[in-house]
């Protein structure tokens, strides 16, 4: 029985979208069942889908947000460190 890397299975997709072969094919090729295969498809195209969904400004609009509260979390750190050395000896 063959592991099936990530890699491989979007390779042998591949073939099956741009028309060098079939699921059928593949299946008996490589001693796979049909629905095996057509599940990679499924699998493919949920992958596609859900790329095509991400635009680059909901990524940039959550990388800035992210960015926000890091630099607010450094700051009151940052307070932190001022206040513990200056009030720190007299604790």
Not at 6 to 30: P, W
Not at 43 to 58: C, L, P, T
Request: contains cysteine; charged residues 35%.
């Amino acid at each position: 029985m063959k592991r099936w890397t990530a890699k491989c299975k979007a390779a042998v997709v591949m073939d099956i979208f741009k028309g060098k072969t079939t699921a059928a094919e593949v299946a008996r090729q490589y001693d796979l069942t049909v629905s095996e295969v057509e599940g990679w498809i499924d699998e493919a195209q949920r992958s596609m889908e859900n790329g095509f969904k991400a635009r680059s400004k909901d990524i940039r609009e959550q990388y800035e947000s992210e960015r926000r509260e890091t630099k607010e979390a450094l700051g009151e750190a940052h307070l932190q460190i001022d206040a513990l050395k200056m009030y720190g000896p007299l604790l």
